[in-house]
């Protein structure tokens, strides 16, 4: 069972950046194993994949952040990040890091972080 913490969020202003951090523990092999992916839900909405960093280093990103955001990790220190810079207001939400091993069916989710970016 691998166990997700995030941290890093936050109050920040708009134009502001933030770094998020996930880290993993309990796993036998790394995060590189898995697609880490950072998530994000704003009240009254769907959650909704932010980024996205494959176990070969595949990166993708939502179309709305896009040359803001960057995922990334550290596998020594299992743990993957999300730099936020150029933040806007509607960045504001919770955010989840989630890994994922379509091979090993296995899904894990953190408890989120929260992130308020204010105008």
């Known amino acids: 069972q691998v166990h997700l913490v995030e941290s890093g969020g936050g109050l920040v202003q708009a134009g502001g950046s933030l770094r998020l951090s996930c880290v993993a523990s309990g796993t036998r092999f790394g995060i590189n194993r898995y697609r880490m992916a950072w998530y994000r839900q704003a009240p009254g909405n769907e959650r909704e994949l932010v980024a996205a960093l494959g176990s070969g280093g595949t990166t993708n990103y939502a179309d709305s952040v896009k040359g803001r955001f960057t995922i990334s990790r550290d596998i020594f220190k299992n743990t993957a990040y999300l730099q936020m810079d150029s933040l806007k207001p509607e960045d504001t939400a919770v955010y989840y890091c989630?890994?994922?091993?379509?091979?090993?069916?296995?899904?894990?989710w953190g408890k989120g972080t929260l992130v308020t970016v204010s105008s």
């Open positions: 989630n890994a994922y091993n379509a091979a090993d069916v296995v899904d894990y």
